[in-house]
């Protein structure tokens, strides 16, 4: 294969792995991401909202819900049950030391990205 | 027997084969392990029988460091001495409170757990506790209500305590002391000097005096200083007629590595659903033992953080209450241990203990200071009454304490986020990892350690192994100043137990 052949392959490769995943991140509503369910179930709105708001101090650049939505949903295998798969997410930090204290909470870095979006999508 | 010193004879000389110097928990403890033995045992005690203003006044002194409770009214000075005012708890050390841990300056014991496992056994029932078992498994079987939190990897780890009614040795234990042929006790006999031969190597007499204007001399074979962490360190800095520097104080280590637990509130663990958590909670005079959260060892060297636990208060009731701090401010010594007397009595009936389910607990951290130079007990220029130098406290934590505080909650909260139900929030001075200052609240327990420390080099210690002051051939230090460590644990099973060892050890 001559070189042109070959950088015109790999382009068009390239594309056709690279469009479907853009598509898809443009088509995540961060909407379906759910609140957090032990926060949401143990504090008040206010509460949950203070630490997602304490968590975007934190990383600022996860201001954009869409950005954070695709850090929550990234590796979604089309799961169905959003709860349970996040519930099973936020044990498996846990269990990894995936872990971060915001603003005093010492949460798995999923519930606490959720935390954020809530606060995102509630302003 | 007892003597009253104020109705002997001025000048009195008394001689014994051992001389105690103070009629505390450990003063009391090593006297009757001589009853019935043919060595005459002089127990001298400063105060009475009972409370007096005037004689607590002899315990006065500065502070000066972190904020620290009066030092007026943190031991009590009669018969019995603080166990007049203590809450009961017991737990002896962990492994590694002995180990030497790198992370922690001249940490280290001349004695391994192993050795005082012996005598903790010995000291459970001078404490009025129950058999020497503290392991969880045991005290679950006897209460099938104690259900353990579901910590499973092992990191985080049940501790368990044991309660004294609490003893009160002045109380429990007068008539066994004053009954007692060989042991002869004074009472207003004050130490106020301690004096050794020309080589001071050895020490040949101590001077005791009281308001009446009565000076006497009391000589031995052995003498033992048992006066708490404060006062004994006062007493040698302060016997320096034939040492400038005080008695076995050349290397300048008396009185300092002052120790304290900090206990103070560090975070709540929220749950999902209410739970009583019966293993961690206590009532007053009822319960018999309860668990409290410890890290494991692994753990702590992985982290490089001191030993601690943390005990849980429903959350509703731990938000009313002060902290130690502003509690425990009084100097009056009667007015303390009568107000810490009564938060615990007065809340006890005697039934058993039933516990509501709540559903957020605050954390509370007893964790042990990394001893510190700087934390000191020193001579004041003022005098007391008696004409001795008063003993001044400069208290002083290190960046360890905290950093352990922020990472014990930190593991806490990721195991319990394992079990999916229960998080940990962290108290607001823990936010910031960088951040080394103090709350106004930061307190401690009461719990006086470290100022005639254990070890082997005379540079860093004051007592050898077996509570021998170095270079004296037959002076001994006993209670929680000789630890070399403070601990997880409130000290007073491990002084009794310690105490214990030396009587053994003077009888041999």
Known sequence: ?123 | MHIDARKLENNSIIEGDICIIGAGAAGISMALQFAGSPLKVILLEGGGFEYEDRLQDLYAGKATGQPYFPLRSIRLHYFGGTTGHWAGFCAPFDEIDFEKRDWVPLSGWPVSRQDLDPYYEKAQPILELGPYNYDPAFWMKQDPAMIPLPFTTGKVRNKIWQFSPPTRFGKKYKDAIVGTKNIHLYTYANVTDIKANASVNHIEEVTIKNFYGKQHTVKARKFVLATCSVQNARLLLASNSQAPKGLGNDNEVVGRHFMEHLEMKAGELWFSKPDALHMYMWAFNTTKARAELAIAPELQREHKILNGTSSMIPLEAARNMKPFMEIWEDENGEGMAKKMRTDTEERADGGPAEFKPFNAFQLFMRIEQSPNPNSRISLDTEKDELGVPRGKLHWELTELEKKSIRKIHEIIGTEAGKWGAARVHLFDYLHDEKDTSWPSFTGGGWHHMGTTRMGTDPKTSVVDANCKVHGIDNLFVAGSSCFATAGAPNPTLTLVALSLRLADHLKA
């Open chain 1, 1 to 123: 294969m001559d070189r042109r052949l070959f950088f015109r392959n790999s382009a068009v490769l390239s594309a056709a792995l690279l469009i479907p995943w853009l598509n898809s991140c443009q088509n995540i509503d961060p909407a379906t991401v759910p609140a957090p369910d032990f926060l949401s179930h143990t504090l008040d709105k206010e509460s949950l909202q203070n630490i997602g708001k304490a968590y975007l101090r934190q990383f600022p650049d996860h201001q954009e819900p869409r950005t954070l939505a695709k850090l929550l949903l990234n590796d979604d295998a089309g799961a169905t049950d959003l709860k349970t798969y996040f519930n099973e997410r936020i044990r498996k930090d846990f269990e990894e030391g995936n872990t971060t204290i915001v603003s005093g909470w010492v949460l798995s870095a999923t519930e606490a990205r959720q935390a954020a979006l809530f606060t995102l999508l509630n302003k």
